[in-house]
């Protein structure tokens, strides 16, 4: 069972959507589901995350599970900036399918830039709006249906929803529910699964995505305290 299952239930407890949400992939849970289903449901899903703060996401998360074998080299993220996602979002819709290319992506943000320069880019914006659920992971590429569903919101509730997309990216996840009680060093974690110089390269950008969250919360302080970079 998955949470458009759950959702397509007349009673549906919300803190099971929310453990399901944020532990799978749409691509698979559209191999089960049409998206005219995932469209119909999705924002019943947006609607409710909105009335959570992060907290309350963060406690319902923390079931025990161990995130560390979840956390690997393809779901760390790395970009130039975290806001190139929004505009990405329609021109991925409007280019999807066999034409739509990592170069092509980054074209639009770079478009005097040398060919190996916007593939690179497009790659990395487009692998982390994935990871929050806004694309898809397979080819050919394209947005999800929560993407689409992002993609209509108005700006204030985009941004009150997009930090707690970050929460879908298992270390995120992992080092803010330990955090709230022990010491988590960051670098360690990514060093598990990246050589050091990749950690160097990707640790500001996966701070970036934390201390959004952590700026959301009302444990801010014991966060800051317990959360280590290097």
């Not at 959702?7 to 949400?21: G, H, P």
């Not at 790659?123 to 929560?146: I, Q, R, S």
């Not at 689409?148 to 529910?177: D, G, S, T």
């Not at 360690?188 to 390269?201: G, H, N, P, Q």
Request: proline share 4%; aromatic share 10%.
């Amino acid at each position: 069972m998955d949470y458009i299952d759950l959702l397509n239930n007349e009673t549906y407890d919300i803190s099971d959507v929310i453990r399901l949400f944020y532990s799978s992939y749409d691509d698979d849970i559209l191999s089960n589901h049409s998206e005219e289903e995932f469209l119909g449901v999705g924002n019943k899903l947006l609607t409710a995350l909105q009335h959570y703060s992060i907290d309350e996401i963060i406690d319902i998360l923390d079931d025990g599970t161990d995130m560390l074998p979840l956390i690997n080299s393809t779901n760390i993220p790395q970009f130039s900036d975290i806001n190139a996602i929004e505009p990405l979002l329609p021109y991925v819709e409007a280019n999807a399918g066999d034409k739509c290319t990592y170069a092509l992506i980054g074209y639009l943000f770079y478009k005097d830039s040398k060919v190996g320069a916007q593939t690179k880019y497009g790659e990395n914006h487009y692998k982390t709006a994935m990871l929050m659920g806004l694309t898809k992971k397979k080819k050919p590429f394209d947005v999800t249906p929560l993407g689409k569903l992002y993609m209509e919101l108005p700006i204030p509730v985009v941004k009150k929803l997009k930090p707690l997309l970050y929460l879908r990216i298992p270390l995120v996840r992992h080092v803010l529910i330990k955090a709230k009680t022990e010491f988590v060093n960051v670098s360690e974690i990514m060093a598990l699964s990246l050589s050091d110089s990749t950690v160097r390269r990707r640790l500001s950008n996966v701070k970036i995505l934390i201390e959004a969250l952590v700026s959301l919360s009302i444990n801010k302080v014991n966060y800051d305290i317990n959360i280590k970079w290097v």
